[in-house]
């Protein structure tokens, strides 16, 4: 609830939420380990049948905050994105135009800090994290979002709670951002318009006095 709040879906949005069947362990015994090429979906979104949107979600998140909230975003991104012939990229890549809307949702940290990557201990390895996008494409959305917010205070924080090993790559996207100024400037102005068309549309005009 907090996630989609967040994010303004309007509260006439049915979203249910639904927790996935506990997965099967990739370990099997001390001497046996089953591996997965692919990570599999750590969340899921349709419509069920009472017409409401459903999410599920892997249980094992709920260990994992953090990858947990990047996957709700991830597919309160379908709700309000759903494919379509309109959207302007082909079938294949929707799922990354997904991941960037979470970067202009606001989770762009999460975004990037939950990037699905294969872990390992030495003995065992395993996957961890999620979504489509690479790690660089993850932090230059989120520096485009910051930049166009034009909030130093966001660009600090996104900073302090990133990875480590992301920050430099971080503050690179930023100066490559400067080269593309006048079309962030562009982009602005449109969702300046856009701000003001809704305003507009949400005035009701009063009654006239008698």
């Not at 100024?181 to 949400?202: F, H, V, W, Y």
Request: hydrophobic share 40%; aromatic share 10%.
């Amino acid at each position: 609830a907090q996630v989609k709040s967040y994010i303004r879906v309007d509260d006439d949005i049915v979203i249910d939420l639904v927790q996935q069947p506990q997965r099967r362990s990739s370990i099997v015994n001390e001497r046996v380990a089953l591996e997965h090429d692919q990570p599999e979906p750590l969340g899921t979104c349709r419509v069920n049948e009472s017409g409401h949107w459903e999410i599920s979600y892997d249980p094992d998140l709920l260990k994992d905050p953090e990858n947990l909230i990047s996957t709700f975003a991830h597919e309160i991104g379908h709700v309000l994105i759903p494919l379509s012939d309109e959207l302007p990229v082909e079938p294949q890549e929707y799922e990354f135009l997904i991941d960037l809307s979470v970067a202009v949702f606001g989770f762009g940290v999460f975004l990037s800090n939950t990037r699905a990557e294969r872990m390992t201990d030495g003995s065992w390895s395993w996957w961890k994290g999620g979504g489509y996008l690479p790690i660089n494409d993850r932090l230059m959305a989120t520096a485009l979002f910051i930049s166009l917010k034009r909030d130093e205070r966001d660009k600090t924080a996104a900073e302090t709670f990133l990875r480590p090993q992301w920050r430099s790559t971080f503050r690179k996207a930023f100066r490559q951002l400067e080269r593309f100024r006048a079309e962030i400037d562009r982009l602005r102005s449109l969702d300046r318009e856009l701000s003001a068309t809704r305003l507009a549309q949400d005035v009701v005009p009063s009654a006239p006095q008698t």
